[in-house]
């Protein structure tokens, strides 16, 4: 089976187009490779993918209309797709909102269309998002919840996407399944990611910022058990429900953990105590994030088996190996 798979040079698609090529399917990634973060680091996911079998590289942007052609023909003949490429990152949106209309709208506007003129398509998977449900105070976050209070522009468009891929579900009859990350860390992650952030502060002797006074939770999900719900996501397109072959899932870990706590494990693992400055929360920003993951686990047997004590040892390995610590 071959599949496409967008924004193959991130910290999400990387993993996933690793474990369809350990499975033995074929690979077509395509990735802008922008310079919102590290593009060595992205080149070094790519590299490691391009020594692989079954994997063919296009450096595309799917916000660019006339690239359209060119990604068309790149991706001839795949039968499935996980739409990973976005621009990451609430408090980015704050400053930076035009980034957001290009790479979360107009990419998953181009994703859509060429899916759907793909002969024989069979199921797109794309990426939202835990920020959807916004201003909601219920907990855990359940996907029959109410997710009309986005409280950063991020967040919208990720609803945006969802009501998308519903609408071309229903027009097109075009299988479609929306997959709401929660937390996402592990190797090779995303270092404007907290994790990265912290371990990167703690090695090099500075202080790091702790927001709303250390008060909060997030369910921090590991990217091996991200990756597994992806995959089995990909291998069962819905059938019609409500008039359109679409569902959405949350996908997380089932625990809220406290920030603190990620922080004391995270100064077990590199063997330093880190300084802490407390700050307010930020625009934009939620308190405390939890998952009902029930759907996806009565429909397709996700269950998460990594927890924190595991993922961020195992994150801290990655860390000090890649960036040259002892």
């Not at 991706?75 to 990451?88: K, N």
């Not at 035009?98 to 998953?108: Q, R, T």
């Not at 999900?221 to 019609?240: E, K, L, R």
């Not at 996806?296 to 960036?323: C, H, M, Q």
């Amino acid at each position: 089976m071959k599949t496409l798979v967008t924004g193959v040079a991130g910290f999400i698609g990387f993993h996933t187009a690793n474990r369809l090529l350990d499975r033995g399917g074929e690979v077509v990634g395509i990735d802008c490779v922008n310079d919102y973060y590290s593009v060595e680091l992205k080149n070094a996911r790519l590299e490691k993918l391009k020594a692989r079998e079954g994997f063919r590289f296009y450096k595309l942007d799917l916000s660019d209309r006339q690239a359209y052609d060119e990604t068309r023909d790149a991706i001839a003949g795949i039968s499935r797709a996980i739409h990973l490429a976005a621009q990451a990152g609430v408090r980015h949106s704050i400053e930076h909102p035009f980034d957001y209309v290009g790479a979360n709208l107009v990419a998953h506007m181009t994703t859509l269309e060429l899916c759907r003129h793909q002969p024989g398509f069979e199921h797109l998977v794309y990426a939202s998002s835990s920020s959807v449900y916004g201003g909601n105070k219920k907990l855990p976050f359940s996907v029959d919840h109410r997710t009309d209070s986005p409280v950063s522009l991020y967040a919208a468009t990720k609803l945006a996407n969802e009501h998308m891929s519903y609408s071309y579900a229903h027009l097109y009859g075009m299988p479609q399944t929306g997959l709401r990350f929660f937390t996402v860390y592990g190797p090779w992650g995303r270092p404007d990611m907290a994790l990265y952030i912290f371990a990167d502060a703690i090695m090099n002797g500075r202080s790091i910022e702790v927001f709303n006074h250390g008060d909060m939770k997030r369910d921090f999900t590991f990217v091996d058990d991200i990756v597994t719900g992806v995959v089995a996501a990909h291998d069962n397109p819905p059938t019609t429900s409500d008039g359109a072959p679409h569902r959405v899932y949350n996908i997380g870990n089932h625990r809220s953990e406290p920030l603190m706590r990620l922080i004391e494990i995270l100064e077990n693992a590199l063997g330093r105590k880190a300084e802490v400055h407390m700050k307010p929360m930020q625009l934009g920003d939620v308190k405390e994030s939890f998952a009902d993951i029930d759907a996806i686990r009565n429909d397709l047997g996700f269950e998460p088996t990594t927890p924190i004590d595991v993922g961020v040892p195992k994150f801290v390995e990655w860390f000090k190996a890649y960036n040259g610590y002892d």
